[in-house]
């Protein structure tokens, strides 16, 4: 029972948030029913992620309005997750960890793909790290046993969690740090203006993000944006509402949107970009 499941979590220190849940067909329990496009995966509270908790007895409380809810984790807190959703990701993954599977903890997703969890690496979500491998970190979520996809199959361990969490290898680490920017080795010469341009790249990205990838994006470029904001080179409310009209633009809900910038944001002010110390005139 998934009230069960999730009360364990909690007491891990996982926050945990009640999820939509697929019916038989994989119709999503939300009010979009049928035309929902993310069924079965978008949290059931109003801001989202930000609300995950680990008290049981909010999380008691939520379960007895919906007993059958799906159980999300906050990511970034306890472990990161690499989201395998391929062969293909199976393969890259694999690959990456230099052929080894580390000895970690594994869950089968109810759609066929894999769920491998390490230590937090203080890192943001990744969407395509690889092709079919996404990294749930900052800012994520993940569901998890005994959860249901809306293929009709649950979410089960392959392996449990047991004492020590993996810590990625070097070379995983290393692709989800991302390319090291250039700012990194030369203090940005105009940080303004980097910022400008940041902030114009990112919310292009989320108005042309695809459905299905769009709460995805809006989260990655929460997060890319509040790490500027941390440093103080944008302004919060600038920042959300230039990311509003762009993913209103793609086509998310107001609730949605709402509740995926306040988590970005949150976790991205907590890794404030570091643009070194001012230039000498
Ligand atoms: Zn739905």
Redesign the pocket.
Known sequence: MSLTAALAYARHGIPVLPV?TPDQGGV???H?GAR?D???K?PRLRHGLSEASTDPHQIRLWWTFWPRANVGLRTGVVMDVADVDSAEGWHGLRHLLGGDVPPGPQVRTGGGGRHLWFRPTGCGNRVRLLPGLDWRGAGGYVLAPPSRHAAGGDYRWIRRPAVALPIGPATLLTLIAGPPPPVREHPVAHPGRYAEAALEAETGRVARAPAGSRNDTLNRAAFALGRLVGAGLLAESTVCRELTAAARHAGLGWAEIRGTLRSGLTAGRRHPFEHGPPHAA
């Open positions: 939509h999503c329990s939300c979009r929902c993310s069924p079965g978008h």
